[in-house]
């Protein structure tokens, strides 16, 4: 498989977690041995489809680079940059937006989720149109590739089916981007594991965050909801809050769910629990020291957006000026 360019994007809504990590930076990482073009923003402007508070989220923009650069992405080997520094994001959008069915949207399964059932008057035209600035983000690059969740398998189909649009009409201009799936399951919240773990969820004991100490690393999972049943069995549908352990354990320890549960046969969730809190504090220690030691180096991480914003906005300004040609604008 000949990997040109990725790209991929992270929202600054709060600390990055354990989902975050499993899910997508961990695979983030691994990916630049394999790619030598490679775009990561943070998606600031994704962030706010939903209402922030200005200082929080300036804080956040900061907070999130760093853990992206304390779990191993490497300023030298990506691209990393926060979104709105580079304005064609929002540019594009627009053009794409102009030539997409309103409809693709509404059959958006998260919209479905989030914002059709929500209060007309409230919810955002920027909750429903986001998909068309993930659409952007990834066209403006150019990017052959895209590490994707599940959850985000219909936007990128959503992506593709905008650059086959735009290509039919203007001629051969974006690749249709391809997902790179990372192979690990969602990762559920340790008070509701029928809700995924998310940045935003008011419940701090919900989520493992890569700034825990180990003592609220042990903390969060000995209260994390299990049931009553004594065993340790992989059934996500009747066993959903064991079963969300097992699966962080397997993706952790990078050893299959049956195994897992084998290897706890005749043990109780309490023996879970401990093992698996023991496992993050020795796995997370040191990206906490790395945040630490990142969060004092102000000039350090302000460097790294600058360059990241520069190196970004030359390959956007390249594109976008083919793009606006096409369209007529220019
Ligand atoms: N719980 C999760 N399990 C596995 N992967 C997850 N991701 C997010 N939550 C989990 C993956 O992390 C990447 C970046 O996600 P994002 O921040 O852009 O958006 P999100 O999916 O909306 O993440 P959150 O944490 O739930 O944020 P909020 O609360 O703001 O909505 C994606 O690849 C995602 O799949």
């Given at each position: 498989m000949v990997i040109q360019r990725i790209f991929s994007g992270i929202q600054p809504s709060g600390v990055a977690h354990l989902g975050n990590y499993l899910g997508a930076i961990r695979q983030w990482v691994s990916l630049q041995d394999k790619c030598e073009s490679i775009v990561y923003s943070v998606v600031d402007l994704h962030s706010l489809s939903v209402p922030q508070a200005p200082l929080l989220l300036k804080r956040n923009i900061r907070s999130m680079t760093v853990c992206l650069l304390a779990c191993g992405v490497d300023p030298d080997k990506s691209i990393i940059f926060q979104q709105s520094q580079v304005p064609q994001h929002a540019q594009l959008m627009w053009l794409l937006s102009c030539r997409t069915p309103s409809g693709w949207l509404s059959r958006m399964t998260q919209w479905k989720?989030?914002?059709?059932?929500?209060?007309?008057?409230?919810?955002s035209l920027g909750l429903f149109a986001y998909p068309v600035l993930m659409a952007a983000d990834v066209l403006l690059y150019k990017a052959t590739h895209v590490p994707v969740g599940e959850d985000q398998l219909q936007h990128l189909e959503l992506t593709r089916d905008i650059a086959r649009s735009f290509n039919s009409t203007y001629g051969a201009t974006f690749p249709e981007p391809k997902?790179?799936?990372?192979?690990?399951?969602?990762?559920?919240?340790?008070?509701?594991?029928?809700?995924?773990?998310?940045?935003?969820?008011?419940?701090?004991?919900?989520?493992?965050?890569?700034?825990?100490?180990?003592?609220?690393i042990r903390k969060k999972f000995r209260r994390a909801v299990t049931d009553s049943i004594g065993n340790i069995t992989f059934d996500p549908a009747e066993r959903p809050g064991v079963s969300n352990l097992v699966t962080i354990y397997s993706a952790v320890t990078e050893i299959s769910t049956e195994e897992v549960c084998l290897q706890f046969e005749g043990k109780q969730s309490v023996d879970l629990k401990e093992e698996l809190a023991?496992?993050?504090?020795?796995?997370?220690?040191?990206?906490?020291?790395?945040?630490?030691?990142?969060?004092?180096?102000?000039?350090?991480?302000?460097?790294?957006?600058?360059?990241?914003?520069?190196?970004?906005?030359?390959?956007?300004?390249?594109?976008?000026?083919?793009?606006?040609?096409?369209?007529?604008?220019?």
């Amino acid at each position: 498989m000949v990997i040109q360019r990725i790209f991929s994007g992270i929202q600054p809504s709060g600390v990055a977690h354990l989902g975050n990590y499993l899910g997508a930076i961990r695979q983030w990482v691994s990916l630049q041995d394999k790619c030598e073009s490679i775009v990561y923003s943070v998606v600031d402007l994704h962030s706010l489809s939903v209402p922030q508070a200005p200082l929080l989220l300036k804080r956040n923009i900061r907070s999130m680079t760093v853990c992206l650069l304390a779990c191993g992405v490497d300023p030298d080997k990506s691209i990393i940059f926060q979104q709105s520094q580079v304005p064609q994001h929002a540019q594009l959008m627009w053009l794409l937006s102009c030539r997409t069915p309103s409809g693709w949207l509404s059959r958006m399964t998260q919209w479905k989720a989030k914002g059709a059932t929500s209060d007309r008057d409230v919810v955002s035209l920027g909750l429903f149109a986001y998909p068309v600035l993930m659409a952007a983000d990834v066209l403006l690059y150019k990017a052959t590739h895209v590490p994707v969740g599940e959850d985000q398998l219909q936007h990128l189909e959503l992506t593709r089916d905008i650059a086959r649009s735009f290509n039919s009409t203007y001629g051969a201009t974006f690749p249709e981007p391809k997902p790179l799936l990372s192979n690990h399951k969602r990762v559920m919240s340790l008070r509701n594991p029928l809700q995924k773990m998310s940045k935003s969820d008011n419940q701090e004991m919900s989520r493992i965050t890569l700034s825990d100490t180990p003592d609220e690393i042990r903390k969060k999972f000995r209260r994390a909801v299990t049931d009553s049943i004594g065993n340790i069995t992989f059934d996500p549908a009747e066993r959903p809050g064991v079963s969300n352990l097992v699966t962080i354990y397997s993706a952790v320890t990078e050893i299959s769910t049956e195994e897992v549960c084998l290897q706890f046969e005749g043990k109780q969730s309490v023996d879970l629990k401990e093992e698996l809190a023991e496992i993050l504090v020795d796995k997370l220690g040191p990206i906490r020291e790395r945040i630490e030691q990142l969060e004092s180096d102000e000039g350090y991480v302000d460097d790294v957006l600058t360059r990241g914003a520069e190196r970004a906005r030359a390959i956007a300004e390249d594109n976008i000026s083919t793009i606006t040609r096409l369209v007529g604008l220019s």
